[in-house]
C-alpha cells in the first residue's frame, strides 16, 4: 500500500529553519518525482518545490526560492524540505506528493508550519 508520511512541522521564529521530511513505502520511490505543496488558511494549495526521481533537477516556486532546499534520498525512501529564513507567510500545512502536479499523484496527510514571533 502507497504511503506518504510527512514530518518535522513545529512552531518557528520567524528567521528559523525547520527540515521536513517525506517517508515514502509501499511503491518504487526512485521512479517518482516528488512534489512539496502547502496550503495557508483560506488559501489554494500551491506547489513550492519539486525534485525529478533521480534528485538531480529540482524547481521552486518564486516565493521560496533561496530560502528552501528539496533534496531526497533513494536509499532511505525519504524526500526533504529544508526551510531557512522562515517568514510569517511561511505558515501553513505542508504535503508532499508523487507529483509535481496538485491534483494528481499520491498525496500524505500534511504536516503544520506556524512561523510566528
Known amino acids: 500500500q502507497l504511503q506518504l508520511v510527512e514530518s518535522g512541522g513545529d512552531l518557528v521564529q520567524p528567521g528559523g529553519s525547520l527540515r521536513l521530511s517525506c517517508a515514502a513505502s509501499?511503491?518504487?520511490?526512485?521512479?517518482?518525482?516528488i512534489g512539496w505543496f502547502r496550503q495557508a488558511p483560506g488559501k489554494e494549495r500551491e506547489e513550492i518545490a519539486c525534485v525529478t526521481n533521480s534528485g538531480r533537477v529540482t524547481n521552486y516556486h518564486d516565493s521560496v526560492k533561496g530560502r528552501f532546499t528539496i533534496s531526497r534520498d533513494n536509499v532511505k525512501n525519504t524526500a526533504y524540505l529544508q526551510m531557512n529564513s522562515l517568514k510569517p507567510e511561511d505558515t501553513a500545512v505542508y504535503y508532499c506528493a508523487t507529483s509535481c502536479v496538485i491534483g494528481s499523484g499520491s498525496w500524505g496527510q500534511g504536516t503544520q508550519v506556524i512561523v510566528s514571533s
Open positions: 509501499g511503491f518504487p520511490f526512485n521512479l517518482y518525482a
